[in-house]
Each structure stands twice: as C-alpha cells, then as structure tokens.
C-alpha cells in the first residue's frame, strides 16, 4: 500500500495543491510511448481541482500495466489481485465511506476474469469512480487477444483471428446500471480531464472508458481517433442538450433517430429540429449511443448518461446497520463468536 508522503493539508484552509503535489516519489515504468502516461499527467492534473486532501484519496487496481498507477499517485493506494479491485473497492467504502475511491483496471483485467466483480460494483451503485483503460490487447503478459479485441484479430494468442466478440465497455457499464458512464481518448488531456473531473464529482458508480494506446503490441489501435483527417470524420463530442453533430467544418453531419435506429445525415438536407438532441440523463439513447463506431457512424466521446440522486450502495447498507445496532445494541464480537455450538481445547 503506497501511502502520503509530507504532511497532511486540511481541505478548507489548506494550500491549494497542485499536480506536483500528486506525483509520488517512484519512477514511472511504462514502455516508451505508453498510453498510460498520459493518462497519470491527467488525473494528477486534475486532482487539485476536487478539493479532496490527498489523505482521503485512495486508488485500487488490479493486475495489467495499467494497474501501476497507484504507485505513482502521491495518495493511499492499493494494488490488489486480478480482476478483484472492486470488490475491495467495495469492502473500503463500507468500512471507510468519507474516503474518495478511485479504481484502475484495464479492458483484460476488469473485462475478463474481473467481469463478474465490474458487473456487482456498478449494479450496486458503489460511490467509486472506475477508469478503464481500454488498449484492446493484454499488453503485461505480452500481446495476447483481450475481451476488447476486435473479431479476427491477429496476436500471439490467436494466430488464426480471435473467433470471439468483442465487448463493448461503455454498452456493458451502462446494460448493468451504471449510473454514470462516460468515453474519452488518452491524446486529447484537456477532455480527459473534463471528463475525470465530472465522473469523480459524480455520487455513484461512475464508469469511464479512456481508449489507450498500446505502442508496442497494438500500436494505432485507436488511429481512427488520432490520425487528423479520420479524426475529424469521425470524433462526435457530446454535450448535454445539444444536437449530435461532427464531421468536418464545410461538411457538418448529424445524427436522426428513425424510430430507434440512428442515422447519419447532412446538417445542411435536414431540418434542424429533426437533429437527434443528446440527454445524458436518457439510458435508453445512451445505449445505442455506446454502440456507434466507425465507419458507419461516428464515435462518441463524453458522457453517456449521468444519473443523479440514485440509492447509493454503502449508504444503504450503513442504515441497515444502524438500525440494528438501534434496536439489539452495539453487539459483542467475543460473545457471538462462543454462542450456539461451540467447545474449548484444553
């Protein structure tokens, strides 16, 4: 467990921290190039402008390259067992609910032998804020073929093509009852920050997908979004009340519901309120949204659906708890522990 280095700053009257005051004394071991650096400059970035003292942060990851992180954040920090991270993510909150908790995983391992741990902290709505980075491969163990991968893709795992389907992260956030669920892309920080900063403000489980890159054993799996020409084509920026829009400055398209099933238009052939209006607060929209890509549609990037005021986990369970100790007092751990059947050895 990585603890606070330098004393504590109290959140109201301390001094304003600053992304320095978030990176820890390690040295940072990605390959060249990573995806993930980008990725920690952000969040670190972002951090100060929470307001949360460093002491009342905590990161939990998995197992994957992207679960170093917690090494190189200047806060608490856990890095846990594969595909398990939510589950203790889960466990902290009910012992230490006041504390702001951050979990790390990547499309392997929370997708794959985490998936049933992902599935139960986004469905209980666990106040965590969980950050996917989504390479499409499994770059620690050398290149094999992730749930992300896309169908016939060629690794060390799958000469022939990957026979499977791939999972779409932010289609499965949503389908289990993430109440906040969100995209974005490691090579543009400034909306990786918005996005982090709007997803940890969030009361719930909040879900965001960060398309990474993996430069040496799926380099440009996410071209589409870097590369100026198709980006421009293809990037759709989504904002809460206002039409679905992309596609190059002289060439405006849009998106049109026909009944459920989206379509891309020219702005200029269509009655502007005929555009499709995002509403991040509609999870049926919000679902077809997820599963646009290209080259039939564009590829949103930003919040999917945020839904607030919804019963969160942990405040539910601490009730419960009162409740009892309400009604049966505080309990006694000893006593239990020799009730009913139990014997001494002498």
């Known amino acids: 467990m990585s603890t606070v280095k330098g004393a504590s700053e109290a959140a109201s009257n301390g001094p304003r921290l600053t992304k320095k005051d978030f990176e820890s004394d390690q040295d940072v071991r990605w390959c060249p190039g990573c995806g993930d650096y980008a990725i920690l400059s952000a969040v670190q970035k972002a951090m100060p402008d929470l307001g949360i003292p460093r002491e009342d942060i905590v990161f939990i990851s998995g197992i994957g390259c992207s679960s170093r992180f917690p090494y190189y954040m200047n806060t608490y920090g856990f890095h ?24 790390v995983t990547g499309d392997g391992d929370g997708l794959s032998i985490g998936g049933n741990h992902l599935l139960h902290v986004l ?49 499965f956030a949503l389908a ?7 995209r974005t892309v490691d090579r543009n920080i400034a909306h990786m920050e918005e996005t982090l900063k709007r997803a940890a403000a969030h009361k719930g489980a909040a879900f965001v997908e960060i ?21 421009v084509q293809h ?38 309120s005929s555009l499709w209006v ?55 751990i000893a006593a239990l522990l020799r009730s009913g059947e139990t014997w001494t050895i002498k």
């Open 80 to 103: 846990t067992i594969h595909g398990r991270a939510p589950a203790i993510a889960t466990g902290l909150k009910l012992a230490r609910p006041d504390l702001k908790v951050f979990v």
């Open 278 to 332: 995002h509403d991040e607060t509609d999870r049926s929209t919000a679902l077809v949204l997820a599963q646009l890509w290209a080259p039939e549609y564009p590829i949103p990037l930003g919040v999917l659906v945020n839904e607030a005021g919804q019963p969160i986990y942990e405040d539910l369970v601490l009730k419960q708890e009162q409740k009892v100790i309400a009604d049966r007092g505080p309990g006694d």
């Open 123 to 171: 469905r209980r709505n666990v106040d965590v804020t969980i950050l996917m980075f989504n390479n499409r491969i499994y770059g620690l163990t050398k290149g094999q073929y992730s749930p992300t991968s896309e169908l016939g893709k060629v690794t060390k795992s799958t000469p022939l093509g990957s026979a499977d389907r791939p999972v779409s992260p932010c289609s």
């Open 211 to 231: 398309l990474q890159n993996c430069n040496v054993y799926n380099d440009l799996a996410w071209n589409v979004l870097y590369e100026r020409e198709s980006k």
């Open 176 to 182: 289990v009852g993430a109440t906040f669920v969100a």
């Open 235 to 272: 990037e759709l920026r989504l904002e809460h009340g206002k039409p679905l829009l992309f596609g190059a400055p002289d060439d405006r398209k849009g998106l049109v519901l026909e009944g459920v099933k989206p379509k891309v238009v020219s702005v200029k052939d269509v009655p502007a």
